[in-house]
């Protein structure tokens, strides 16, 4: 395989001087910042059945140069905790750790980490000639024990796949035993918008979660790799992907991410779970069902020849606002066909600016709404629901289900 990717984007430094085992199809890379729970989720990787092929597992054990000592001297500790687990731990997994400490306080971060191992694994799969997959996890995250079999199976079945969605579920209890209600929430909210998106017939609705994506590795070199993003990185990452075509989601195991409070990142579970507990954010409420209805319309006159000027007003205000429809009306006078200005239409129209799109209808027209009353107007739309009230448990389960069959 070519290196051109090296080059131009990689991460200049490499890590592991081991070969890789020539057979080896899939990696684990894993970001490990001021991590003290990181042996169990090792423990739930190593509990995984036996896969086909050898697994590597890489650490990446990161800080910037600019944080306290406290936090490198965790560093080190937890080289050391992973090193007496792996010599004290038989498994079929091969694990590496990436020391990449002090790094420039500039970039450092969750998307820098992750690019520093998924190059790493880039890198050692080339070296064998092989079309690896690179299998991103987190370091508080748990597994099913069929978790890397099916990851394996799934990419080896289906060769033209360029990229995956692994189905997640968090906890659903605190340590006491009692209900958090907290994550329901906060992931019915996420369940909710992917498939208010399927709803209205976009095609790249899947869920960005950090710690249940994976890419082929060829994939990953020619989008130009994970981006150096502080938070958000998944996000961004997997909407360079999924308009490729032959992106999947893979339900037939699990990943368990953890639903704990955290400030690391400006945005995400943990973040949210810190800002529902001091109140400054509302996890009560999510996105008004009718802006959907809007963007459903808005899709649905893609194959009209009239489409730019049909296009619904405060879709048309946004377009305008964000400077977008000169670059639609670009789009529209170079297709050749309409097929040729749908497939350029949703090319363009990526998750980014869709996501843009629904936060310009919640700030200027259809303000959230509670979470439950939206999360149930979907259901009744598609017809999964009729007018019994349901709880947020009862919602997530049924929103759960739907995700598990897509």
Avoid at 13 to 20: A, L
Avoid at 273 to 288: G, R
Avoid at 296 to 306: H, T
């Amino acid at each position: 395989m070519s290196n051109l990717y090296f080059e131009r984007y990689a991460y200049p430094k490499r890590f592991i001087k081991e070969p890789i085992t020539k057979s080896t199809i899939v990696s684990v890379v894993i970001p490990v910042y001021k991590e003290e729970n990181l042996i169990s989720t090792l423990k739930s990787l190593i509990a995984c059945e036996k896969t086909a092929f050898p697994v590597e597992v890489l650490l990446v054990i990161n800080h910037p140069e600019n944080v306290g000592q406290e936090v490198k001297n965790q560093s080190i500790k937890t080289v050391h905790e992973i090193n007496n687990f792996i010599n004290e731990t038989p498994s079929e997994l091969t694990f590496h750790i990436i020391k990449a400490f002090d790094l420039p306080s500039k970039k450092a971060g969750v998307g820098l980490a992750r690019k520093i191992g998924m190059d790493e694994a880039a890198y050692r799969f080339n070296s064998i000639n092989q079309d690896g997959v690179i299998l991103c996890f987190d370091a508080d995250s748990q597994c099913q024990k069929n978790y890397l079999q099916e990851v394996e199976k799934h990419f080896s079945n289906n060769t033209n796949c360029t990229g995956a969605s692994i189905h997640y579920e968090h906890p659903l209890y605190l340590d006491n035993g009692e209900i958090n209600e907290a994550i329901i929430l906060y992931e019915l909210h996420l369940r909710y918008y992917i498939q208010a998106l399927k709803f209205t017939g976009y095609p790249y609705a899947f869920h960005t979660i950090g710690s249940s994506m994976a890419v082929r590795s060829s994939v990953y070199q020619k989008q130009g790799g994970m981006n150096q993003r502080k938070a958000g990185e998944d996000f961004y990452f997997l909407h360079k992907i999924i308009p490729l075509g032959n992106f999947h989601n893979i339900s037939t195991t699990k990943v368990i991410p953890s639903a704990r409070i955290s400030d690391r990142v400006p945005f995400g579970t943990g973040r949210a779970m810190q800002e529902h507990q001091n109140q400054s954010k509302d996890l009560n409420l999510s996105y008004d069902f009718e802006s959907f209805r809007l963007i459903k319309e808005f899709l649905g006159k893609i194959d009209c020849e009239s489409f730019i000027e049909n296009i619904p007003v405060v879709v048309l205000e946004f377009l305008k606002t964000s400077d977008l429809l000169s670059e639609l009306e670009k789009i529209k006078s170079q297709s050749k066909n309409t097929d040729h200005f749908r497939n350029r239409f949703f090319e363009w129209f990526n998750g980014f600016k869709m996501l843009k799109l629904v936060h310009y209808l919640r700030d200027n027209h259809y303000p959230e709404k509670e979470l439950i009353m939206q999360s149930s107007e979907l259901l009744r739309e598609i017809g999964l629901q009729k007018n019994t009230e349901l709880t947020a448990l009862e919602l997530l389960e049924i929103y759960r289900a739907l995700d598990a069959e897509d």
